[in-house]
């Protein structure tokens, strides 16, 4: 069941394409299957493989060395040819801004739009993660690439180069709030969608880390899991693990969307951003109230109910301080309307493929599309016991472990979180597509053969 255009605001936003490629999936069906399987997609390389992949063997030595990563099949393959770049011109651009000009292509292609042919202008909004390509091949290579090295390796030009090679005249953004970089690219796309200044946007992240596929070094009270595993709300939360990847939407007007027979895998009913300011005991640190705004905003830009939502994909890093603070805010927005407790599913896809950075919120919100287009709650993993720490029976959450389907009263919606370390919160209500008549035609059919 989903709303009727009686119930809609007029401000919604549909989700009519979406393409990435995760650990352990190089497309949304296979991250789809991996999800709903409970698949862990974070490996444990012998030191042979580390070695050859470049890891300092000194590092190995060290005891608190954790061998555990979440990498990306094909990182370092770009069809330069198609999308009309030198050889050069590819060797010496950032990765990150090759899959992000692929999959923004892919997007598009999923939505069902020809960049030539697109209803209006199409902005392009994105975030990236720190360009270690830069740092570990193009400096020490000397390689001399000006401009061309410029351009493919500095975060400003992310965006604007798939505007340019896919001839897209909407506005063209780059967005760096670390880790909140992707969701808080959906809200602002859906912002310039709202205000007309384009009728289809792509939105989301990467975040590639080079070298690729190594370890890390576990440092007590810091943000990294000391056994390679993120246990999100779990009482053996200690930490996250770094993953790679990227992931994008397109968006339209919703009514745009049903009157061109757009193909919709989700209904964005609202959304909204914000920043902590002081209000914390660290920069790098979460806050309770500025979380709580955030997901208190996007609720009422959407007009709904949380009774009425049924799962949150969580921030949900694993940490012993981060987890607290998130399922506090979480319950504080919902408190605001309701008492009732346990009814809403809580999980994290950082348990599946790790922290993504700059493309996680991304991720999050394609794993929610996913799940409200299946009518299935996929498992969070690594959640034995729930955090103690987290008094979860007063609240209006439960950790989802298992895969079940998601049956619901009325219309069902998810909420998406992403918060970046410097307290920019991002948070998306999501509601599942409205029902299609089928008996509609268009001026042209697909003949299968």
């Known amino acids: 069941m989903s709303s009727t255009p009686e119930e809609w605001s007029g401000f919604e936003l549909a989700i009519v394409g979406m393409a990435g490629r995760f650990p352990g999936a190089r497309d949304v069906a296979v991250f789809w299957r991996n999800l709903r399987a ?9 030191d042979e493989e580390l070695l050859a992949r470049g890891e300092d063997p000194a590092k190995l030595r060290d005891p608190a060395y954790v061998r555990a990563t979440a990498m990306l099949d094909d990182y370092d393959r770009f069809d330069a040819a198609f999308f009309g770049v030198t050889p050069r011109e590819a060797e010496l ?24 042919r697109c209803p209006g202008p199409v902005g392009v909004y994105g975030g990236a993660s ?15 690439g000006g401009l061309p090295a410029l351009f493919g390796n500095q975060s400003d030009y992310l965006t604007t180069r798939v505007s340019y090679k896919l001839d897209l005249t909407g506005p063209s953004f780059d967005v760096q709030t670390s880790c909140s970089s992707s969701l ?56 996250t693990v770094g993953g790679n990847g990227v992931a994008v939407v397109a968006l339209r007007r919703l009514q745009d969307a049903l009157e061109d027979g757009d193909c919709i895998r989700a209904v964005i009913k609202g959304s909204a951003i914000n920043n902590d300011g002081s209000d914390k005991v660290g920069y790098a640190a979460p806050s309770v109230n500025g979380q709580t705004r955030a997901i208190s905003d996007a609720l009422s830009m959407a007009e709904v109910h949380p009774e009425s939502v049924g799962y949150v994909e969580a921030h949900g890093t694993g940490t012993s301080l ?13 408190r605001a309307q309701t008492e009732r407790r346990g009814f809403c599913a809580l999980g994290s896809v950082k348990t599946n493929v ?8 991304a991720t999050g919100l394609i794993k929610a599309t996913l799940a409200l287009q299946h009518r299935e709650l996929p498992p969070s993993l690594n959640c034995a016991e729930p955090d ?36 920019t919160n991002a948070h998306v209500v999501v509601e599942e597509a409205p029902q299609r008549s089928s008996s509609g035609s268009r001026p042209a059919q697909l003949l299968v053969l």
Request: with cysteine; charged share 15%.
């Open 38 to 46: 409970g698949v862990g997609s974070v490996t444990f390389p012998t």
């Open 93 to 116: 651009m950032d990765p990150q801004q090759r899959l992000f000009l692929e999959y923004a292509w892919t997007a598009l292609e999923d939505a069902g739009y020809d960049p030539a």
């Open 130 to 144: 720190t360009n270690t390509y830069l740092l570990h091949n193009v400096i020490p290579a000397a390689a001399g």
């Open 184 to 239: 808080v690219a959906v809200h602002l796309a859906g912002q310039a969608l709202l205000a007309g200044e384009c009728d289809l946007a792509l939105a989301g992240g990467v975040a590639v880390c080079v070298p690729h596929g190594l370890g890390y070094v576990y440092q007590e009270e810091g943000i990294y899991s000391p056994d390679g595993h993120c246990r999100a709300f779990s009482k053996d939360a200690r930490g």
């Open 322 to 334: 981060g987890d607290p603070i998130e399922v506090a805010a979480l319950t504080a927005a919902f």
């Open 354 to 361: 790790g922290h993504l950075d700059a493309a996680a919120g």
């Open 388 to 423: 103690p720490e987290i008094d979860f029976p007063s609240t209006p959450f439960r950790v989802h472990t298992e895969l079940v389907p998601w049956s619901a009263d009325g219309p069902r919606r998810a909420g998406v979180s992403s918060f970046g370390i410097g307290g």
